[in-house]
Structures are given as structure tokens and as C-alpha cells.
């Protein structure tokens, strides 16, 4: 059986060149060249889902450590796949099982509804054309999910799934699976980051995980 190639301690080995999942917790109330006024961006942890939360909803792993300390690594995509520009305010919360699944969800805090939004779309775009990370020789990816995930009213919700999988030529290769769920909620937009060896976390699973950051985010 040869090294798996699919997450290690953080960091996405299917890559030629390789990027550090988020786990930690990074928050900044500074307004971004040419924002709106920061009234009312303030964010709190409240709106954060807790490890409880990402447990709950994907039980067959053993998701232990909850990280909200420290630098906020980048993420897969980049800074780019976790906000727009223009951000008023933004806090990130990591998680772990400290083997081979590691998640994070980053809320940013725009000026006004415009800003949001085009934060949201271009986050999506991002995720959709992502080159930062290319898979090794060994690997191809492709884009298994691009849905709407059913919504309470206002909220706008879209899950985007990588899978990074082994070809023919290296066959004890171990895939790597990395869903993203971005909400937009008035003012806020939500990501879920997620990775893992194998397909990643399943689709009910993950879908309750972006209902339920839906749900504590505010608009």
C-alpha cells in the first residue's frame, strides 16, 4: 500500500504545489480599501458553529479539537475561496480530528447588501476555477457538487465539491474529498471549508452543517 496522498496534519498532499487547510481563528474589524462604514459589522463567535455542531452532523468521524487561536493558515483556494473584498469585519473557527479530516467556516461582514453579495459570487467563482493547488501527476479532480441547498427564506446557500481521486497508474493512492458550503445572509457570508482522505464528508452530512451555519450567522 503505497503513502496516501489525500490530507495530512492540515495540509492537502494531492497537490503538486500544496496549501494548509484552515484551523484557527484569525478576527479583524478593520474596513477594507474604498468600504462602506462599519456600523453595525460586528461579528461575535456566537455565529460560529461550535465542534459539537460539526460532530452532530457527521458522526462516523471523530471530530475532537475545536482551534480559536492563532493565524488562520489559508485554505485550499486561497483567501479569495473565503471572502470578497470590501470586509468590514470577519472571524474563521478550525476543526480537527487530528488524523485526516480538518474543516474550518469563516463569516465575513460587509458594508451593505451590495458588497455581500458580490462577495458571495465571487467566492463561488473562485471555488469554481480554482488552479492554486494543482493535483499530482498521480491524481485528477474533478467537481462532483454544484447545487442550491434547500434554504430557510433569505438565506442563499451553495455547496461546491471537489474530489481529488487516483488514477489507474497509482492505485494505493488515497483520494481526497473537499466540500464548501457559501451562504449569504444580508450582510454576511459564510464558508464552510472542508477536507479529507476519501470522499469527504457525505452530502446529508454536510448539508446539515451548512443549514445549521445558516442558522447562527446574521444578516
Same mark, same amino acid.
Given at each position: 500500500?503505497?503513502?496516501?496522498?489525500?490530507?495530512?496534519?492540515?495540509?492537502? %498532499?494531492?497537490? %503538486?504545489?500544496?496549501? &494548509?487547510?484552515?484551523?484557527?481563528?484569525?478576527?479583524?474589524?478593520?474596513?477594507?480599501?474604498?468600504?462602506?462604514?462599519?456600523?453595525?459589522?460586528?461579528?461575535?463567535?456566537?455565529?460560529?458553529?461550535?465542534?459539537?455542531?460539526?460532530?452532530?452532523?457527521?458522526?462516523?468521524?471523530?471530530?475532537?479539537?475545536? #482551534?480559536?487561536?492563532?493565524?488562520? *493558515?489559508?485554505?485550499? +483556494?486561497? *483567501?479569495?475561496?473565503?471572502?470578497?473584498?470590501?470586509?468590514?469585519?470577519?472571524?474563521?473557527?478550525?476543526?480537527?480530528?487530528?488524523?485526516?479530516?480538518?474543516?474550518?467556516?469563516? #463569516?465575513?461582514?460587509?458594508?451593505?447588501?451590495?458588497? $455581500?453579495?458580490?462577495?458571495?459570487?465571487?467566492? /463561488?467563482?473562485?471555488?469554481? &476555477? +480554482? &488552479?492554486?493547488?494543482?493535483?499530482?501527476?498521480?491524481?485528477? =479532480?474533478? /467537481?462532483?457538487?454544484?447545487?442550491?441547498?434547500?434554504?430557510?427564506?433569505?438565506?442563499? &446557500?451553495? #455547496?461546491?465539491?471537489?474530489?481529488?481521486?487516483?488514477? @489507474?497508474?497509482?492505485?494505493?493512492?488515497?483520494?481526497?474529498? !473537499? @466540500?464548501?458550503?457559501?451562504?449569504?445572509?444580508?450582510?454576511?457570508?459564510?464558508?464552510?471549508? !472542508?477536507?479529507?482522505?476519501?470522499?469527504?464528508? *457525505?452530502? *446529508?452530512? !454536510?448539508?446539515?452543517?451548512? =443549514?445549521? $451555519?445558516? %442558522?447562527? /450567522?446574521?444578516?
Amino acid at each position: 500500500m503505497k503513502v496516501a496522498r489525500g490530507i495530512r496534519r492540515g495540509v492537502v %498532499a494531492t497537490g %503538486a504545489a500544496t496549501a &494548509t487547510l484552515a484551523v484557527g481563528l484569525s478576527m479583524l474589524a478593520a474596513p477594507g480599501a474604498g468600504a462602506a462604514p462599519a456600523t453595525g459589522t460586528a461579528l461575535s463567535r456566537s455565529q460560529l458553529l461550535t465542534v459539537g455542531q460539526v460532530k452532530q452532523a457527521d458522526a462516523r468521524r471523530d471530530w475532537i479539537r475545536q #482551534v480559536d487561536r492563532g493565524i488562520l *493558515p489559508r485554505t485550499y +483556494c486561497g *483567501p479569495a475561496s473565503t471572502e470578497g473584498k470590501h470586509v468590514a469585519a470577519r472571524m474563521a473557527r478550525g476543526f480537527t480530528d487530528e488524523l485526516d479530516a480538518y474543516g474550518a467556516q469563516y #463569516v465575513s461582514r460587509y458594508g451593505s447588501t451590495a458588497s $455581500a453579495r458580490a462577495a458571495y459570487n465571487s467566492v /463561488i467563482a473562485t471555488l469554481k &476555477t +480554482c &488552479t492554486y493547488s494543482k493535483p499530482a501527476p498521480t491524481h485528477a =479532480r474533478k /467537481i462532483t457538487e454544484n447545487r442550491v441547498v434547500k434554504r430557510a427564506s433569505g438565506d442563499l &446557500t451553495q #455547496v461546491i465539491r471537489w474530489y481529488d481521486y487516483p488514477k @489507474p497508474n497509482d492505485p494505493g493512492s488515497e483520494a481526497g474529498g !473537499f @466540500p464548501y458550503a457559501v451562504t449569504l445572509k444580508g450582510r454576511t457570508v459564510s464558508v464552510l471549508a !472542508f477536507g479529507e482522505m476519501g470522499p469527504g464528508v *457525505p452530502a *446529508p452530512n !454536510f448539508d446539515k452543517l451548512a =443549514r445549521a $451555519a445558516a %442558522a447562527k /450567522i446574521t444578516r
